[in-house]
């Protein structure tokens, strides 16, 4: 079993305490299993895994017996391929109030998994999300960041990064088991896990007659991190119609593989409208979907400013995912082309943040910041996450932070 340290590990067993579900959302081979082993540890706590398909047939036709066959507490792993289970949790878990934590589930097909809560466990359940590894949990330092805003506060002992090094992270990626172990061959690696998210996650839940060219699908989302999301183009490039694109970029969003960082608006309605950019959440995978075979061509081709901005939105997702906190996190694009990579909100106030492969920031870097002030909100201090070394401020309302210090 691989023991890493995660950041959210104090937040799942706080929330245990409180509640008496726990549901931990996330992609495949992040880390959920190990996680929640590694907090069960020295406890009686049963484990059950419904990839197992005698546990899964179980748990489909006869969820009582399941439930008397693995009595909590118990983790309950993939428990998307028997929402049967979920009504006789909340029968269970309404007879034993007192109980908390009594079931600890995994998931990764986040929006199936919403039906059956919304039916049976709203106001029981915990919901908390998973990404791969942070910067900081790499480098064995899980507690030491927060959810980040821009700020002129320098970290204490915060190692700085050559530009190569931070592309070598960037290349790794975040899943857990090739990092940790590195005999693991990594193109033996990676084409076994798009095989097995094929061939389970999708297969299992989406009527995709052509498996292979879903895998194109997969393959241009990788190639096209970081670009406004275009249906158009996805549907041209593997001979698809517009609406299988969508269905199955949805299918790619629900199963945490990339991210639709949407516009920001006053409006809430026209956020949902408005064109989203896409991000391919794991950068490993990313590189190895688009035949980067190494960090140094990686960062000396042509997708490494793409992919730089691909890592700065995962790792800002991560500091508050991580932290048990859903991120207030957008684009900014106005009808003048005018465009502020992310901004994020907290409490009434606007923070808006570039993205740049540079090592010498400058004022012209973030001159769309002052956009935001039309949108009659409070703005707060800008930053330009690029690969300079150290904190600089560069305005009065603006300010460089390496991208490692995130």
């Known amino acids: ?19 008496r579900v726990i549901l931990l959302n996330g992609q495949r081979q992040v880390g959920k299993t190990t996680l929640l082993k590694n907090i069960a540890k020295g ?3 049963g484990y059950v895994s419904l990839d197992d398909l005698n546990s899964r047939k179980l748990a489909q036709n006869d969820p009582e017996l399941f439930i008397e066959q693995n009595p909590p507490p118990v983790i309950i792993d993939e428990v998307q391929y028997a929402l049967e289970l979920f009504p006789y949790i909340k029968i269970h878990v309404d007879k034993h109030r007192e109980q908390k934590g009594a079931f600890w589930l995994t998931g990764s097909q986040k929006y199936k998994l919403m039906q ?4 049976s466990l709203a106001g029981r359940i915990a919901i908390l999300d998973l990404m791969g590894l942070s910067y900081r949990e790499k480098i064995k ?14 970290e204490k002992d915060g190692k700085k990064l050559s530009v190569q090094d931070v592309y070598r992270h960037i290349w790794e990626g975040g899943l857990p088991e090739p990092f940790v172990d590195k005999k693991i061959e990594r193109e033996r690696y990676y084409s076994s896990y798009t095989r097995s998210y094929i061939e389970r996650d999708v297969k299992d839940f989406h009527n995709i007659e052509k498996p292979l060219q879903f895998f194109d699908f997969i393959s241009v989302a990788a190639a096209q991190t970081g670009q406004l999301l275009n249906y158009s183009s996805f549907a041209r490039d593997i001979g698809i119609d517009v609406k299988t694109a969508q269905t199955w970029m949805g299918i790619l969003e629900r199963s945490g ?7 920001y608006s006053p409006n809430l309605t026209n956020r949902i409208i408005k064109t989203p950019k896409m991000y391919f959440l794991d950068t490993g995978l990313c590189a190895y979907l688009t035949k980067w075979l190494t960090p140094e061509s ?17 790792e800002i997702l991560k500091s508050y995912l991580h932290n048990g906190l859903e991120p207030a996190i957008w684009m900014y694009r106005d009808a003048n082309q005018n465009e502020v990579d992310i901004v994020l909100e907290q409490n009434g106030t606007l923070y808006p943040i570039e993205i740049k492969k540079s090592m010498n920031p400058c004022t012209n870097d973030c001159k769309s910041f002052n956009e935001l002030y039309k949108l009659k909100k409070k703005v707060g201090l800008g930053a330009v996450l690029c690969l300079k070394n150290e904190r600089i ?11 490692w210090e995130i």
């Not at 890493?4 to 706080?14: C, F, G, S």
């Open 298 to 314: 990686l960062m000396s081709g042509a997708m490494s400013g793409a992919i730089l901005e691909t890592y700065v939105v995962g």
């Open 393 to 403: 401020a560069i305005s009065r309302e603006a300010v460089s932070i390496p991208v």
């Open 116 to 119: 059956g809560v919304q039916e």
């Open 141 to 154: 330092q899980p507690f030491s960041g927060k959810p980040f805003l821009p700020s002129m506060d320098k």
């Open 43 to 45: 406890s009686k706590r």
């Open 1 to 19: 079993m691989i023991d890493l340290e995660r950041t959210i590990q104090p937040v799942l067993e706080k929330t245990a305490k409180g509640f």
């Open 257 to 263: 593989l990339i991210y639709l960082l949407r516009p």
